[in-house]
Nanobody
Framework: QVHLVESGGGLVQAGGSLRLSCATS????????VGWYRQAPGKSRELVAR???????TYGDSVRGRFIISRDNAKNTVYLQMNSLKPEDTAVYYC????????WGQGTQVTVSS
């Protein structure tokens, strides 16, 4: 029943923008902390952005000022607006939700060309 599905990934040129979406089901979405992590080949998973149930946000140092996380509780969906993309942003992006359990999406590929 618990399901997170990412969408919106793809190929974009450096300096461009993408908007990722994460549609959730099977959870009480408004109670969950939600966020985005990413992992590039040969690198460790890193935090991109996180938003608590009360709306507080945390951003990874490498994306702060460029990416914006938001959530729509009515639609049970979390978004990641990615601006000024760089080739080093290339990674698989994973949606994450936590309340009493951890829930992960399958990931969506973002590729930024130089």
């Amino acid at each position: 029943q618990v399901h997170l599905v990412e969408s919106g990934g793809g190929l974009v040129q450096a300096g461009g923008s993408l908007r990722l979406s994460c549609a959730t089901s099977g959870i009480m979405f408004s109670r969950y902390t939600v966020g985005w992590y990413r992992q590039a080949p040969g690198k460790s998973r890193e935090l991109v952005a996180r938003m608590g149930s009360g709306g507080t946000t945390t951003y990874g140092d490498s994306v702060r000022g460029r990416f914006i996380i938001s959530r729509d509780n009515a639609k049970n969906t979390v978004y990641l607006q990615m601006n000024s993309l760089k080739p080093e942003d290339t990674a698989v992006y994973y949606c994450y939700a936590y309340f009493t359990i951890d829930v992960w999406g399958q990931g969506t590929q973002v590729t930024v060309s130089s």
